[in-house]
């Protein structure tokens, strides 16, 4: 059944379903405080207490209030009484040949999503979910088959960190510091189920909880959002955010972009340009990143790349050819090796960097959405499987 997206989603302080405590995680800084104080913290003392809970859960990871040994016993009794610590649930982890990690997460209400972990020679990149499924039906992807069911929540957004953190063993030990070990889990890029911008409230919560320096600490040039080019939100997301910021652009004209990205038939090409021209200032970011996924035939001639060099012209920026990971019934095929690069080198050429995504994961189906769908596949058919002892009916 699809849960229509209303405003009582976002209600924060979050009660879980039953009515019972809140969940802490997805609680900003001043919500937490205010929950706080709600709760019976006396208000003289609610700064204090809002940094020390906030230490125990972003930047020790503890899942237990009872572990948050500097605190009077009575006071983790109330925390016990009133809030909890929940983060989504992984349902399925498979790790790639690479060591590309993905998972199929359970959230509340029993929807899933997916994220993943990309490790690199100089980084560990986290790329999560902002919705459960899509709305905009972009052609190439897998996700946009997928029916939004509705928003996440903060908790469900910034909680997938923390489940990346657990499973990859990366919260310090007891009397270990910040920054005594290289970060495992180093970057943060919003580009896995969902329009991130479609989710903007939500989104900024969880990205200012994983920026603060005394939990996870984020630097902001260490998150990417990535949109489609939801034109309105982009301003807001330079000054209220203030992250990087890569843009799903993989055409050159509005009759392909109108039919790769239909979004584009709201906002087209030259609109989307007159609002990342200023992104740069107002977020005081290096360079915005344009996402350019290489289809056969379809967007990756040498005019294409020409005409990609002209339109972003006098914008900071570098250009990411995605080879096309291929899906069961995709409508495309992935450009030749030898047509990606004669395209990289033209963009090269006009001084722009022009790097080639490698492929990852793709013996683990990690494009984006493929898990999820695979996963419902397996279930249904096993929904009609008849059960041990009983005869299927004719």
Known sequence: MTVPITPDVLTVPR????????????????????????????????????????????????????????????????????????????????????GTRKYLVRIAGGHEVETVYIPEEDRGTLCISSQVGCTLTCSFCHTGTQKLVRNLTAGEIVGQILLARDDLGEWPVPGEGMGERPRLLSNVVLMGMGEPLYNFDAVRDAMKIAMDGDGIALSRRRITLSTSGVVPEIARCATEIGCLLAVSFHATTDAIRDRLVPINRKWNIATLLGALRDYPRLSNSERITFEYVMLKGVNDSDEDARRLVR???????????????????????????ARIEAFADIVFKAGYASPIRTPRGEDIMAACGQLKSATEKVRAADLRRPSPGLTAQP
């Open 311 to 337: 339109l972003i012209a006098g914008i900071p920026a570098k250009i990411n050819l995605i080879p096309f990971n291929e899906w069961p019934g995709a409508p495309y095929e992935r450009s030749d090796w």
């Open 15 to 98: 009660r879980l379903p039953d009515g019972g405590r809140t969940n802490i995680v997805g609680l900003t800084r001043d919500q937490l405080q205010a929950a706080l104080i709600a709760a019976g913290t006396p208000e003289v003392q609610a700064r204090m207490r809002t940094g020390q809970v906030w230490h125990w859960v972003y930047f020790r990871g503890a899942r237990d209030f009872a572990a948050m040994t500097n605190l009077a016993k009575p006071f983790r009794a109330l925390l016990a009484e009133h809030f909890t610590i929940e983060i989504p649930e992984i349902v399925k982890r498979e790790v790639s040949a690479d």
